[in-house]
């Protein structure tokens, strides 16, 4: 303990300061006048001001938002999407990237269609879509890399006027895949190059996959969309005529009911499902938050597992036997995924899997031939495809005659 004080002494303030005597240091002050404010003199005048240009705070740099963008908000999945993710080879620095992916804002997309572009439609729009880099997997489709929030490509004169549509590029795969597969089938055997298609798409509202197999239909070909809500059925026809397709039928059916109305009718059939869209975090943030549903469709037969499941048997049916199947998502489990396009081939026996690694995506290819964006591999949605062909009549594995029945919706695999 220090002693009583010493002495005492006043500053040039009149502040008293103690001096005591310790240990250690011997005289130490407490506190010296120096260290005092200055107060200002009372005839002084006024220290004068900074001039306004010193005072202004700096400008914030502008960001980059066409390359290198940066996560605007902590990524805080649950952990049945972490698990899912492990589960599907995800770990380490890969699980990392995807989450700070997952935080990223959205990134646009559009696709030019053939039938209204005018050839200097992409010199019109690379101002401001930060250069239109194109997307890897379709020779029509472009990001839109423009800042964020940026409504420059949707009040764009070629969107307005149907040069361009504005879609996601992962939208663009099953569509792809679908020329993939006809092109491939078409190469094999010259005889059926060029013949009419009938192109089914099962869940077709608001339109970006069925404007996309409009803009390449052959001569003579028709698809049929179907969309079973009234006014999402308005916003298809719609966007249909405004992209100038013509050759095009709209329904607005039970998409569950098409395969038993019309068996084996189409050439081709998309079959885009609802789904628990965890592929588009990016816009809606809140999509992992959902409540996860049972594993197992017989369980929950109102799930969307189960309605999945449906709608898969019902474009089956409604496919030709030598026809193409493209079934898509946008989430990233393989519950709703990789599970059910196996049960698509324990159910049906003449479903044959088409390895998609072969046709020319290599990148996205999974070990089963299907194909999976993640979102940060090509700074993307995510998204799942999977093609299947339905094997002709008295081929290997297939039965003798086309059945319109097929296994019963939700039923379990044989």
């Not at 120096?34 to 202004?56: C, N, V």
């Not at 594993?295 to 597992?305: F, H, I, K, R």
Request: proline share 10%; net charge positive; hydrophobic share 40%.
């Amino acid at each position: 303990m220090w002693g009583a004080p010493r002495c005492s002494f006043s500053g040039d303030q009149g502040r008293t300061v103690a001096v005591r005597d310790g240990p250690a240091p011997s005289r130490t002050v407490a506190r010296s006048a120096r260290d005092a404010p200055r107060l200002p003199d009372a005839g002084a005048s006024a220290p004068e001001e900074a001039p306004e240009a010193a005072r202004r705070p700096r400008p914030p740099r502008p960001r980059r938002w066409s390359r290198g963008r940066r996560a605007t908000r902590a990524p805080l999945p649950p952990r049945a999407f972490l698990l899912d993710a492990c589960g599907l080879g995800l770990s380490g620095l890969a699980l990392r990237r995807l989450l700070r992916a997952c935080g990223r804002p959205p990134r646009s997309g559009f696709r030019v269609n053939p039938a209204k572009a005018a050839p200097d439609v992409l010199e019109r729009l690379r101002a401001s879509c930060g250069g239109a880099p194109p997307v890897p997997w379709c020779g029509s489709g472009f990001f839109a890399d423009g800042p964020p929030g940026s409504t420059a490509l949707g009040r764009s004169r070629p969107r307005l006027t149907g040069e361009v549509y504005c879609q996601e590029a992962t939208s663009m795969l099953p569509v792809e895949v679908l020329r993939a597969a006809l092109a491939s089938e078409a190469g094999a055997d010259r005889g059926g190059e060029g013949r009419p298609l009938r192109v089914l798409d099962l869940c077709a509202a608001p339109g970006s996959k069925t404007t996309h197999v409009g803009a390449g239909l052959r001569k003579g070909s028709v698809v049929v969309a179907n969309e079973p809500n009234a006014r999402r059925a308005r916003v298809l026809r719609m966007n249909l005529l405004h992209a100038g397709v013509s050759d095009f039928i709209l329904l607005c059916q039970d998409g569950r009911r098409i395969g038993d109305a019309a068996p084996a009718l189409f050439d081709a059939v998309l079959v885009d499902v609802p789904c628990s869209a965890e592929g588009n975090v990016r816009k809606y943030p809140g999509v992992l938050a959902r409540p996860r549903e049972s594993d197992s469709p017989a369980a929950d037969p109102g799930s969307l597992l189960a309605l999945q499941r449906e709608l898969i048997a019902s474009g089956w049916r409604a496919l030709r036997h030598g026809g193409y199947l493209v079934y898509s998502t946008c989430t990233l489990n393989s519950r709703e995924n990789e599970a059910q396009c196996r049960w698509l081939q324990g159910a049906f026996p003449c479903a044959a899997r088409v390895d998609l690694a072969g046709l020319g995506f290599p990148r996205l290819a999974t070990e089963e031939g299907f194909l999976r964006a993640w979102p940060h591999v090509f700074d993307t949605e995510g998204f799942f495809v999977g093609c299947f062909r339905k094997r002709p009549a008295g081929a290997a594995g297939a039965p003798a005659a086309p059945s319109a029945g097929g296994p019963e919706p939700g039923a379990a695999p044989r």
